[in-house]
T-cell receptor, first 112, second 110 residues
């Protein structure tokens, strides 16, 4: 089983719809992150969280919100999806400030 | 701000050695990471440097010069399965955020 699991793997939605992407981990890490990846732009940080009561904005948080429901769960919501939010989304975890990121398998989101 | 540069594409021959460069200009620095990403898959961690010098891990090595804002990833004895994107990432001085380059797409040819 994957240590960092994202659901769904693929999602197609229409402009204006609210959607949620979910991430769960069995690594026991406190730190969790949401990134999006676009061709030619690389990975960009949306939000990150270091424990259940801690939420921090990344570079590109506008249009997104997150919820850290438990140490193991971190979900990303698009309140009103728009086409330029079409991207590959990755959840990641890390053990501490000296450790690398461990990525989930990604969610490919298409907004039409 | 953060500025991380890598070549967009490289091609190399099976069995050869390839060096992928990364230059960075960041407002703070607390380590440089290399990740491998096959098409449609998650990035996986390869190597990490926080001090100047060379770190070796089997066929992969990574070098860092903090004074020059420069790193490279060296892949030896290239195999076809090494065809992938290689991502350079800098961790900020707080240790809280990672900033990624756009990645270098490596194609290994027979």
């Amino acid at each position: 089983d994957a240590d960092v699991t994202q659901t769904p793997r693929n999602r197609i939605t229409k402009t204006g719809k609210r959607i949620m992407l979910e991430c769960s981990q069995t690594k026991g890490h406190d730190r969790m992150y949401w990134y999006r990846q676009d061709p030619g732009l690389g990975l960009r940080l949306i939000y990150y969280s270091f424990d259940v009561k801690d939420i921090n904005k990344g570079e590109i948080s506008d249009g997104y919100s997150v919820s850290r429901q438990a140490q193991a769960k971190f979900s990303l919501s698009l309140e009103s999806a728009i086409p330029n939010q079409t991207a590959l989304y990755f959840c990641a975890t890390s053990e501490d400030g000296n450790s690398p990121l461990h990525f989930g398998n990604g969610t490919r989101l298409t907004v039409t | 701000g953060q500025n991380i540069d890598q070549p967009t594409e490289m091609t190399a021959t099976e069995g050869a050695i390839v060096q992928i460069n990364c230059t960075y200009q960041t407002s703070g620095f607390n380590g440089l990471f290399w990740y491998q990403q096959h098409a449609g898959e998650a990035p996986t961690f390869l190597s990490y440097n926080v001090l100047d010098g060379l770190e070796e891990k089997g066929r992969f090595s990574s070098f860092l010069s903090r004074s020059k804002g420069y790193s490279y990833l060296l892949l030896k004895e290239l195999q076809m399965k090494d065809s992938a994107s290689y991502l350079c990432a800098v961790r900020d001085y707080t240790g809280n955020q990672f900033y990624f380059g756009t990645g270098t797409s490596l194609t290994v040819i027979p």
